[in-house]
């Protein structure tokens, strides 16, 4: 299919060749090729598609954004959720602005997973003139998963009463609520909270019956039990 040194390929290839090159992509041993990446991006298979929005997650360039913004508007959902996931090291502020988009008209786990990349990429570059824009756009914002992301958003701006807010999604009826909580308070960690966010998923741990809950929940008390011992 391709030459690694030259990136050489044939523009008939198979469907196991795409995933070979996937599987290369992943882990990491095989270059970018933008004629190749392009193939994919075509690709019917919406399965490969998100595979590659997975995956470009992991190269921080140009090409990867570029392929990655393409994404944004695919057809499918879950490849859309995928490329909004996997922009957050973005520098751009034109991808900003086009995840900002998302946030006004997609589906709420788009905009949710949008939202996300959206705070990572105004924290991690300093762009503070877009904070507005945000609370702007979740002025009217109804659902629950992305209201959870905004509160990580506020924490991380430094209001701290939003990372109790977030911790009471833990005692939701709903167990995938539960969960997002849980894992949205790692993101929210930082060592000055490591036993505070500790002390609130052992609090939930003594009453929680949901196997995938209590095994996230007890994952993320040993990462960070961990962490503190090479504090």
Not at 31 to 44: G, K, R, V
Not at 72 to 88: G, H, P, Q, T, W
Not at 162 to 185: D, F, G, Q, S
């Amino acid at each position: 299919m391709f030459d690694n040194s030259e990136g050489e390929f044939m523009l008939n290839i198979s469907e196991s060749e795409k995933l070979e090159y996937l599987e290369k992509l992943e882990s990491q041993s095989v270059s970018l090729s933008e004629d190749i990446l392009m193939i994919l991006y075509e690709n019917s298979d919406e399965c490969i598609r998100s595979e590659l929005a997975q995956t470009l997650s992991l190269y921080h360039n140009e090409l990867s954004e570029k392929i990655l913004v393409y994404l944004l508007n695919d057809k499918d959902e879950l490849v859309r959720v995928n490329a909004c996931d996997s922009l957050y090291w973005s520098h751009s502020k034109n991808t900003l602005e086009k995840l900002l988009k998302i946030m006004q008209n997609d589906k709420y786990l788009v905009r949710g997973y949008a939202l996300l990349s959206v705070a990572d990429i105004i924290i991690n570059n300093n762009y503070n003139d877009f904070i507005y824009k945000v609370k702007h756009i979740l002025k009217h914002e109804k659902s629950k998963f992305v209201l959870m992301n905004y509160d990580s958003f506020l924490y991380r701006l430094g209001d701290d009463s939003y990372l109790y807010k977030i911790a009471e999604n833990l005692n939701a009826k709903k167990y995938n609520v539960r969960c997002h909580a849980a894992n949205l308070l790692y993101n929210c960690a930082r060592k000055e909270n490591y036993l505070t966010v500790i002390n609130l998923f052992d609090k939930r741990l003594d009453v929680e019956n949901n196997y995938a809950v209590k095994s996230t929940l007890q994952r993320i008390i040993n990462d960070l039990k961990l962490s503190l011992i090479h504090i």
